[in-house]
């Protein structure tokens, strides 16, 4: 069970918190823990949620996984592609922080130089390899910590020396007369944001000894990791009251609230702390969108000739991971605030819909509605749930809202192209599924662009 939480926080990035601090603080006018303390409430129902549907569907899948086991197939292709939009700007989001990082570092060099060296390094990494090890994402988790209580222990320093806000104890970031309800749910918003990866855990279901240890994981992930953004932010508020310090890099303050704190050797160790966590989450989020791609191909929902072709040498789709690749550059452009709201459009469309499966499959399905405990256990809770997160939806920017109803729309009419007027069954696409039905050829040995080809002896098929 703590394998899985170490990785579902490692997928978390604890630095995040971070990165997004300037912006929550400015939306909220200082209280940056209070948004994380509401995100929280809504993740944790979200995470029993996904508990309960990881307990009864024990296989590699996600939000579309669990709605179309217990909704219907189009929805949740639906739901699949909504998440798709996330996928794709993950990679993106990751080489924007990088860019924002660099920015600050290194003030007198162009920032669109930091995003095409790094989408080229990014690309040409996963093309080569998709492979990563978990042992990795360990140590990058526990140096992350480490410096997090480093910093914890530097703000403790000064704030008892009279720095920020001289107080070790204060209502100050949690309420205060100028909050509001309006931008305390926006904040809430965005810090979903830095939850987003506690749910890809869910693809190691079948690897769980027992049905219990996926639901206690996925819970744990949530609430490590939201004590880790609470904490971390309650002191990173006490130092910094407001955004002043930051001068114009309140969009990711990270470089200069190292500066701040200890000087130019901290600001390089935290930097360092950052930017490997967000490579680590770049690499990761990059594989696993041109590996979903892949199976949207294998399986005819994009053009297989493109997005199904395994390139013969590297074993690895190369058409897909240039593609992602071609998409992060966008980095050089957009801003923080705004696709991290593109991307909890689709995030919170999914936690949305796991909690509106709970209902669906245990209330309705499994007829669980007869006794008390079954009524809230599978509709109210689930059902709190589901009004938490479409209300946090709900107040995402305006620009996210109309992009992901135009990336909505667009799904609708893809599905019913490929469902010949949704008359055809939908194909599933899960990141996760096996791309099933294919050998590889061994090199040399058949079609050029090494494809991989139909199963037609009887043998069980191979990823």
């Known amino acids: 069970m703590w394998a899985i939480v170490g990785l579902g926080l490692g997928y978390m990035t604890p630095t995040v918190v971070f990165d997004t601090f300037g912006i929550v603080s400015d939306i909220t006018d200082g209280t940056v823990p209070m948004a994380y303390l509401v995100a929280l409430i809504v993740m944790v129902f979200t995470a029993i949620s996904y508990g309960k549907m990881a307990g009864a569907i024990p296989s590699a899948g996600s939000a579309y996984t669990y709605v179309r086991e217990s909704m219907h197939p189009n929805l949740g292709f639906m739901v699949g592609w909504t998440s798709l939009l996330d996928y794709l700007l993950l990679p993106m989001v990751n080489a924007l922080i990088i860019r924002l990082y660099m920015e600050q570092m290194f003030p007198d060099v162009p920032a669109w130089i930091w995003v095409v060296l790094y989408c080229i390094g990014v690309t040409a990494l996963v093309a080569t390899s998709m492979r990563g090890t978990s042992n990795f994402n360990a140590l990058l988790l526990i140096f992350a910590v480490i410096v997090i209580l480093v910093f914890i222990g530097l703000v403790i320093q000064q704030v008892l020396s009279g720095e920020g806000m001289g107080t070790l104890v204060s209502s100050r970031p949690f309420v205060h007369e100028g909050l509001d309800s309006q931008s305390l749910l926006m904040a809430a918003t965005v810090v979903c944001f830095s939850f987003i990866g506690f749910d890809a855990i869910t693809m190691y279901a079948?690897?769980?000894?027992?049905?219990?240890?996926?639901?206690?994981?996925?819970?744990?992930?949530?609430?490590?990791?939201?004590?880790?953004?609470?904490?971390?932010?309650?002191?990173?508020?006490?130092?910094?009251?407001?955004?002043?310090?930051?001068?114009?890099?309140?969009?990711?303050?990270?470089?200069?609230?190292?500066?701040?704190?200890?000087?130019?050797?901290?600001?390089?160790?935290?930097?360092?702390?950052?930017?490997?966590?967000?490579?680590?989450?770049g690499l990761a989020s990059h594989a696993s969108v041109s590996r979903m791609l892949l199976v949207m191909g294998r399986n005819n929902v994009f053009p297989r000739k493109w997005f199904g072709r395994i390139n013969a040498k590297s074993h690895t789709p190369v058409f897909n991971v240039v593609l992602v690749g071609i998409v992060s550059l966008l980095a050089i452009e957009f801003s923080l605030e705004l696709i991290s709201a593109f991307i909890n459009f689709?995030?919170?469309?999914?936690?949305?819909?796991?909690?509106?499966?709970?209902?669906?499959?245990?209330?309705?399905?499994?007829?669980?509605?007869?006794?008390?405990?079954?009524?809230?256990?599978?509709?109210?809770?689930?059902?709190?749930?589901?009004?938490?997160?479409?209300?946090?939806?709900?107040?995402?920017?305006?620009?996210?809202?109309?992009?992901?109803?135009?990336?909505?729309?667009?799904?609708?009419?893809?599905?019913?192209?490929?469902?010949?007027?949704?008359?055809?069954?939908?194909v599933a696409f899960d990141e996760n599924q096996p791309v099933t039905g294919f050998n590889k050829i061994p090199e040399g040995?058949?079609?050029?662009?090494?494809?991989?080809?139909?199963?037609?002896?009887?043998?069980?098929?191979?990823?």
């Open 445 to 463: 040995v058949g079609d050029d662009d090494g494809e991989l080809e139909p199963v037609t002896d009887g043998s069980s098929p191979r990823n």
């Open 346 to 426: 689709g995030a919170l469309i999914a936690f949305s819909f796991v909690n509106a499966s709970v209902i669906a499959y245990f209330a309705w399905r499994k007829g669980l509605r007869k006794t008390p405990g079954d009524i809230f256990k599978y509709i109210v809770m689930p059902g709190i749930g589901l009004a938490l997160t479409v209300l946090l939806w709900l107040n995402l920017h305006l620009e996210a809202l109309i992009g992901g109803g135009i990336w909505l729309a667009l799904g609708l009419i893809y599905l019913a192209v490929i469902t010949r007027g949704f008359r055809k069954k939908v």
């Open 206 to 281: 079948e690897e769980a000894r027992d049905s219990k240890t996926m639901p206690r994981a996925i819970l744990l992930t949530v609430i490590i990791g939201g004590a880790i953004f609470f904490v971390a932010s309650y002191f990173a508020q006490l130092r910094f009251p407001d955004n002043t310090p930051f001068g114009e890099f309140t969009d990711d303050p990270l470089p200069q609230i190292g500066l701040i704190i200890g000087g130019q050797v901290f600001q390089i160790i935290f930097v360092a702390a950052g930017f490997t966590a967000t490579l680590a989450s």
